[in-house]
């Protein structure tokens, strides 16, 4: 069965930087745009980034443009997220998932995605 694993999360301080990776496992995703979303406590998923189906085109929220990147490397199955500035209201539960359609393009609504994986805690400190 198809699976995603994230990790690279961690207790970071407020202006620090951190790599989250998504490894995919059971089938390949190379077809399929990925996102990355984020759930702090109380609140909820929200979406963080998108990349579409060959990595040359990502999508990112107002709150994270400009301090994130999302990559990924079909050779592999992952999808990684570079954050950086960090900001204690960046403080969440990290999630990637797929994109439902395949060849489908970039989408923000959480509706969108499947095969959410458990998730990485990031927790950011000031």
């Known amino acids: 069965q198809a699976q995603l694993v994230e990790s690279g999360g961690g207790l970071v301080q407020a202006g620090g930087s951190l790599r989250l990776s998504c490894a995919a496992s059971?089938?390949?995703?190379?077809?399929?745009?990925m996102g990355w979303f984020r759930q702090a406590p109380g609140k909820e998923r929200d979406f963080v980034a998108a990349?579409?189906?060959?990595?040359?085109?990502?999508y990112y929220s107002e709150s994270v443009k400009g301090r994130f990147t999302i990559a990924r490397d079909n050779t592999k199955n992952k999808v990684y997220l570079e954050m950086n500035s960090l900001k204690p209201e960046d403080t969440a539960v990290y999630y990637c998932?797929?994109?439902?359609?395949?060849?489908?393009?970039?989408?923000?609504?959480?509706?969108?995605?499947?095969?959410w994986g458990q998730g990485t805690q990031v927790s950011v400190s000031s």
């Open positions: 998932a797929v994109n439902l359609l395949p060849g489908d393009g970039i989408r923000i609504a959480a509706q969108c995605y499947g095969n």
């Open positions: 059971g089938r390949t995703f190379s077809s399929y745009a």
């Open positions: 990349i579409n189906w060959s990595g040359d085109s990502a």
